[in-house]
Nanobody, 119 residues
């Protein structure tokens, strides 16, 4: 009933930029925190960025290079990634804390989108 769909991943050269989008749809009453995590092969999933209202937070590894934003009217969160490095290569997952029309808060995850940064 509720789903998050990411888009914008792809292959980019080091130093380049990508903009990821994640749109939530379904029986949604409200959305609180939205964010991004990433997972490289053989590694644990790591937190990247979070936005709650107008407050944003970032991991040290992406601070100053990535920007998280949201469009509440579209239930969409974005991740603008600049100055990309090969170590940014990972599957990126969005998430959102959603209050359903039927009631209750629940954290939802997108299916992931691959970002590959070549040297």
């Amino acid at each position: 009933q509720v789903q998050l769909v990411e888009s914008g991943g792809g292959l980019v050269q080091a130093g380049g930029s990508l903009r990821l989008s994640c749109a939530a749809s379904g029986s949604i009453s409200s959305i609180n925190t939205m964010g991004w995590h990433r997972q490289a092969p053989g590694k644990q999933r790591e937190w990247v960025a979070t936005i709650t209202g107008g407050i944003t937070t970032y991991s040290d590894s992406v601070k100053g290079r990535f920007t998280i934003s949201r469009d509440n009217a579209k239930n969409t969160v974005y991740l603008q990634m600049n100055s990309l490095k090969p170590e940014d290569t990972a599957v990126y997952y969005c998430n959102a804390d959603i209050y359903r029309v039927s009631g209750g808060w629940r954290k939802y995850w997108g299916q992931g989108t691959q970002v590959t940064v070549s040297s």
